[in-house]
């Protein structure tokens, strides 16, 4: 008994000391070793969309991971926000069509995963459906995945007391260590720029009151001119007076830009009502340079380089003239609320000076400085997914939102399996004869890049006999350079799939409805304004980019011409001028034949076409009409590498 006793401690002993990790950063101050509640090899913060989307890839490859989530619910971001309740993430249920990676297309709010009830259209039948939804959607994500969340656990420090280690500070001084760290945790911190004063008459978007009454005959100032600015002038604008909104950069609409983040069209009613003259107005200002100035109840807006006495009433004198403001002053009317709706950004302040997190500059200072591996430029190991990576394709793509960042933490993943477990970037290997059907299946269906355009491509990399290719989907273009070290393959020659818009054709000022906004013509595919495919050979990796998403010029160039119904399978106008592109860089004839034909080429030449040799000789002819053919050709050994026949009469050039 008393070796079983002992046997039984032994292993207890062992058991606290796996799960007890120390380190030498949270020594106190008589040097002893603060213990750690757990270790894990992968760290993620913050059980969100994003979160939880890399959590479904690390729980599927059985990797060593724990996500942690300050409240006891995941997606807690959505028990707040948006304060109006919808969602403008569209929900399209229907698309007539039955295959599921076509639909990923259209549906914006699905997380991706194996499991065809965590689709978002069984959640809501609302084309922008309420936020509520979307909470039960997450919170059945979490569950029926089994994803490994520690709820209740609000990570308030992060320090890196050595290259492999992170320790990680909870709100109740509990440590947390692991290898390698991934912050998920949005961009959630109301942006607060200061103003020249008055700030404390300010309401905050995160605080202000949704009862419209409450703003009944009101003259309401709005400061932002963004999604969250025009959602909540579209909630009050029933009750008001007037609504005005300021804001330093123009309007930019969502459907000319073909970035998503600008003004949507179901919350842009306060365009209406400004252009066609009903009181509402915008204007252009720096919020930074405002003034308020609190009068008998009512809030008075000047620049900060203006004499507030002379523009305005107070209890002692009358407005006076004024050198320094025009007496048609757009704000020159007093407000009685004044809202701010800045948007969001992300909270660097839990990284300590040994995890520093480098913010981006300019118009990127609200999202964290990635590297095209969504790894930080300052620290090792530390890594960004979901709406805080929007860093990399900031008001190019998508990835700030559910339809785009879940696949970019998929990409994330596959990095991460390469770069800490030796799993190369997962890839197919195909024929050269398969390969143009399989680059138009691809085409067709893909949602990956159809939703990250511009950001994420397919590659497809040659082998030196010309056999075969190896193809990969949803690399980040800025990893072409180092593709290497971003995949686990060295390429050397390869073709790069892009899916992008016209250069010039959208933006600001733009007329995006001009009768001469498209083009059908395969000949000037290059004019295609519309997102369209452009393929980019290389002979060997550029050295660099020529600007972030800007590949450099390519040893070959394609662009297949744009498409009403975005299905590039034209037999004309989209697969014949590929397949004359993807011969010329394989040096390979690439078209296709009856089961008749190859038996003829097989019996009168020495050679066959790459087609029959590869297809119709190993009995895998998709057009072999006649079985019995095969046998006799293939026991006499007939077949070849080189195409040296002349073309015949029969030859099926197939383009579909």
Not at 221 to 238: F, K, M, P, Q, W
Not at 275 to 289: F, H, R, T
Not at 614 to 620: D, E, K, V
Request: glycine share 6%; hydrophobic share 35%; proline share 5%.
């Amino acid at each position: 008994m008393a070796v079983v006793h002992l046997s039984l401690c032994l292993v207890m002993a062992l058991s606290l000391a796996s799960q007890w990790r120390y380190s030498d950063a949270d020594n106190s101050d008589d040097g002893e070793k603060m213990p750690s509640e757990s270790y894990h090899e992968y760290c993620i913060i913050g059980a969100g969309p994003g979160g939880m989307q890399l959590g479904y890839y690390m729980e599927r490859a059985d990797r060593d991971y724990i996500i942690f989530e300050r409240e006891s619910t995941p997606g807690s971001f959505f028990l707040k926000y948006p304060r109006h309740r919808k969602l403008i993430s569209i929900n399209k249920r229907f698309t007539g069509k039955q295959n599921p990676e076509f639909n990923m297309r259209h549906d914006w709010n699905s997380l991706l995963s194996d499991d065809p009830s965590l689709l978002f259209r069984h959640y809501s039948k609302d084309f922008f459906p309420h936020v509520d939804a979307m909470i039960q959607y997450l919170s059945d994500y979490a569950t029926k995945l089994k994803l490994k969340i520690q709820y209740n656990t609000e990570i308030v420090d992060v320090d890196k007391p050595s290259e492999d280690q992170f320790v990680l500070t909870d709100k109740n001084d509990t440590l947390h260590t692991c290898r390698v760290l991934i912050a998920a945790t949005g961009v959630w911190i109301p942006n607060k720029p200061k103003m020249s004063g008055g700030e404390e008459y300010v309401t905050d978007y995160s605080d202000m009151s949704l009862n419209v009454s409450e703003y009944e005959g009101k003259t309401v100032l709005i400061l932002g001119r963004g999604n969250a600015a025009y959602e909540t002038a579209d909630h009050i604008v029933s009750s008001t007076n007037l609504i005005h909104m300021v804001a330093r950069s123009r309007v930019r609409l969502s459907w000319a830009t073909h970035y998503v983040g600008d003004l949507r069209a179901l919350n842009n009613n306060l365009l209406d009502t400004y252009q066609l003259k009903s009181l509402d107005a915008m204007l252009e200002a720096s919020v930074s340079s405002l003034v308020l100035k609190k009068i008998n109840g009512r809030l008075w807006v000047v620049t900060d380089d203006s004499d507030i006495d002379s523009m305005h009433p107070n209890e002692a004198k009358e407005i006076e003239s004024n050198d320094q403001a025009p007496d048609n002053f757009a704000m020159r009317e007093p407000y009685d609320i004044v809202l701010r709706c800045l948007g969001f950004k992300f909270d660097a302040s839990i990284f300590g000076s040994r995890a520093p997190l480098e913010m981006g500059k300019g118009r990127l200072a609200k999202y964290p400085a990635v590297k095209p591996s969504y790894e930080s430029f300052t620290t090792k190991n530390l890594y960004i997914a979901g709406t805080a990576s929007h860093y990399r394709d900031f008001r190019k793509s998508s990835g700030a939102f559910v339809h785009g960042f879940r696949y970019t933490a998929r990409a994330l993943h596959h990095h991460l399996e390469w770069a800490h477990e030796n799993v190369k970037w997962p890839s197919e290997t195909v024929l050269v004869t398969d390969l143009l059907q399989h680059i138009l299946t691809r085409l067709n269906e893909m949602s990956g890049p159809y939703q990250m355009f511009g950001i994420l491509v397919d590659v497809i990399l040659f082998d030196e006999g010309g056999e075969k290719v190896r193809y990969l989907q949803e690399v980040p273009i800025d990893c072409i350079p180092s593709f290497k070290k971003c995949t686990g393959y060295r390429p050397k020659k390869f073709i790069v799939i892009n899916l992008e818009y016209g250069k010039n054709f959208s933006g600001p000022g733009k007329d995006v409805f001009s009768l001469t906004r498209a083009t059908g013509e395969p000949s000037e595919a290059d004019e295609s304004n519309f997102l369209h495919p452009v393929f980019y050979y290389y002979t060997k990796p550029p050295k660099r980019m020529v600007k972030p998403t800007q590949l450099p010029l390519p040893d070959n160039l394609l662009h297949l011409v744009e498409d009403f119904l975005t299905s590039w399978d034209a037999p004309i106008s989209h697969i014949l001028p590929l397949r004359r592109f993807l011969e010329e860089v394989t040096g390979t004839d690439l078209r296709t034949f009856f089961a008749e034909t190859c038996f003829k080429y097989a019996l009168t030449y020495s050679t066959l076409p790459k087609f029959c040799d590869q297809q119709y000789m190993t009995g895998r002819s998709v057009l072999l009409s006649t079985p019995e053919l095969l046998t006799p050709i293939r026991d006499r050994g007939i077949g070849s590498k080189v195409f040296d026949y002349p073309p015949a009469e029969d030859v099926v050039q197939t383009l579909v």
